[in-house]
């Protein structure tokens, strides 16, 4: 059985940190619509996932991972562009097709040399 619900009492969850009583896809169409960012701390776990939410895609277990942080990544594009960025490097990395400096450049160090009395 679906509950009514109305869209004040959607949105009064949502700016109530009351979001995860509300079904993941009414969650993320109601955040769309009412152009609704998450809050820092959304932002920072996210970073802080992404690098183990890259190594569970390459290894086919991306199912498995915490889906609030998939669910973040569907509404934040900023997030969103990092995880596709890393994905990227990994992928090429993984096929060789990464491409490799092969020349350093010398860096000027005079800055660090002190005077001699």
Request: aromatic share 4%.
């Amino acid at each position: 059985m679906i509950a009514a619900i109305s869209h004040r009492q959607i949105r009064q969850k949502l700016e109530l940190s009351e979001a995860d009583l509300l079904p993941p896809p009414l969650r993320r169409l109601a955040r769309a619509v009412w152009n609704i960012r998450t809050d820092r701390k959304a932002h920072a776990l996210c970073r802080a996932a992404l690098p183990t939410l890259v190594d569970a895609e390459m290894d086919g277990k991306l199912a498995l991972y915490d889906a609030s942080v998939r669910e973040h990544l569907l509404i934040c594009n900023h997030c969103a562009s990092l995880y596709a960025e890393l994905l990227e490097i990994s992928l090429l990395d993984s096929l060789g097709r990464m491409p490799r400096l092969t020349a350093f450049p010398s860096p000027d160090l005079s800055f660090l040399e002190t005077p001699h009395d």
